[in-house]
């Protein structure tokens, strides 16, 4: 899935690069396809002045609809409940280890030491949860 996430991210950024133009593969001079290398599926015969969405937009669409399966496979699949029980799993050892630095006997902080010292983490903690960081 992260890997569609990245592929769509890199492909938004070529689209916006594109030049807002429209090209028909087709000279108009000749009827015959003016870029080398465009194949031309058997049966289904190019008509002069039909206009196709650049290969890029192509990949994009196709490659956006692989992401939405994919997300919708791992929600299907309980993996958004999985990532919150291990963000509260992480949140819990966090707090775990900030409660036996503040206790270590190496420390040797008195009690007031240890209150400031909660509250100075408390707050760099609401700060990372900000965003602010």
Known sequence: MWEAAGNVALLRQLVSN??????????PA????????????TGNPIRRNEATPHVL?????EERERLVR???ACIDAGVSER???????QGEL?????????????LALTAEQ?????????RQLRRIGAGSV
């Open 94 to 106: 966090l707090v775990g280890v900030i409660h036996a630095v503040l206790a270590d006997k190496e």
């Open 18 to 27: 594109l030049e807002a133009t429209v090209s028909t593969g087709i000279d």
């Open 30 to 41: 000749t009827g015959s396809l003016s870029e080398p290398g465009i194949a031309v599926p």
């Open 83 to 89: 990532l919150v029980r291990l963000a509260e799993k």
């Open 57 to 61: 937009v192509r990949m994009y669409n």
């Open 114 to 122: 240890k209150e400031v010292g909660k509250s100075v983490i408390a």
């Open 70 to 72: 994919f997300s919708k």
